[in-house]
């Protein structure tokens, strides 16, 4: 079965750091989405990648997905405590499926 | 309009008893998914609905989860004579069926077996 592996599992940073998360494949992502959790909450959609090389941005979050579509970065510039909560990735096993598995998270905790 | 909605928030259950989960997804949302999220794990994804076609079971842990879906919109989740590691949050969510929109989720129903 595909896994998708994510790194670091925990991560705190002081307010205004930047930082990367990153999320990996052994085998291609058809699909490459990002969500975010509050404690007790659902998952918010941030991003979704598709194409190789393909990057987006929403305010100060940027998401990457290499050439390979094996590997994608979350990346947040000037980190503030509302950035705070676990970052999953997920991915759809095939091209044209929807059900997505995810990652185990990566959980930040933003020092004020 | 309204989110994807979950009800109960949080189930507390005694062991061996019968619960019942239920979701009311996003109007017009024609696929649904039902996923679980134990403590310190990640999303298990349990089964997909697609419209009309034949739900996707595929990922239904044992044969004392069921899920249906009446009318093509809300979803109940079953679980049969309940066992302590059936605690989790169980998420659902909906999406468009087609290839780019993404998965919308509840907030989710905390279970706790005791």
């Known amino acids: 079965s595909q896994e998708l592996e994510q790194s670091p599992q925990s991560l705190i940073v002081q307010e205004g750091k930047n930082l990367t998360i990153n999320c990996t494949s052994s085998?291609?992502?058809?699909?490459l989405y990002w969500y975010k959790q509050k404690y007790g909450e659902g998952l918010i959609f941030l991003m979704m990648?598709?194409?190789?090389?393909e990057e987006k941005s929403h305010e100060k979050i940027t998401a990457k997905l290499d050439e390979k579509k094996q590997q994608s970065s979350l990346h947040i510039t000037a980190s503030q405590p509302s950035h705070a909560g676990i970052y999953l990735c997920g991915a759809a096993p095939q091209t044209g499926a929807n059900n997505l598995f995810f990652g185990t998270g990566t959980r930040l905790t933003v020092i004020p | 309009g309204a989110g994807v909605s979950q009800s109960p928030s949080n189930k507390v259950t005694e062991k061996g008893k019968d619960v019942e989960l239920r979701c009311d997804p996003i109007s017009g949302h024609t696929a649904l998914y039902w996923y679980r999220q134990s403590l310190g794990q990640g999303l298990e994804f349990l089964i997909y609905f697609q419209g009309n076609s034949a739900p996707d079971k595929s990922g239904l842990p044992s044969d004392r989860f069921s899920a249906e879906r009446t009318g093509g919109s809300v979803s109940t989740l079953t679980i049969q004579r309940t066992q302590q590691e059936d605690s989790a949050v169980y998420l659902c969510?909906?999406?468009?069926?087609?290839?780019?929109?993404?998965?919308?989720f509840g907030n989710g129903t905390r279970l706790t077996v005791t």
């Open positions: 085998k291609t992502l058809y699909g």
């Open positions: 990648l598709q194409k190789g090389g």
């Open positions: 969510a909906s999406s468009i069926l087609d290839r780019v929109s993404p998965l919308h």
